[in-house]
């Protein structure tokens, strides 16, 4: 399986039971399969937004990756069942949202933009 497959994979996940998909990852990160447990864990990272689920580390070494020059910043693309297509990727500045009238016979145009 190639990292595309995975991180698709990995995304639906999230997006399905993003609950479950945390609990999983404590759970297989720090050996701890008490599931009212891994609910109490899951409710106090829910609660506290300075709790992180990777290495804090990692935010330091992206940085110093990005003003290196090491790291493209590519959005990525992920085309949906319903011929839908997310964009996931960062967002510097302010949003101008248009709405446009499109014909009937075209499929309605989605835009969302994930934290």
Known sequence: MDYKTIRDRIEDMVNDNHKDFVKAIIS?????????ALDKLYDAYMDNDTINLLYEEF??????????????????????????VNIVGNVVGE??????????????????ISP
Do not use: A
């Open 28 to 36: 297989m990160e720090k050996g701890i399969n008490d599931e009212s």
């Open 59 to 84: 935010d330091y070494m992206i940085e110093d990756l990005r003003e290196q020059g090491q790291i493209k910043d590519l959005p990525y693309v992920q085309q949906e069942k319903d011929d839908l």
């Open 95 to 112: 949003v101008d949202v248009i709405e446009r009238e499109r014909p009937r016979t075209e499929k309605p145009l989605r835009w969302q």
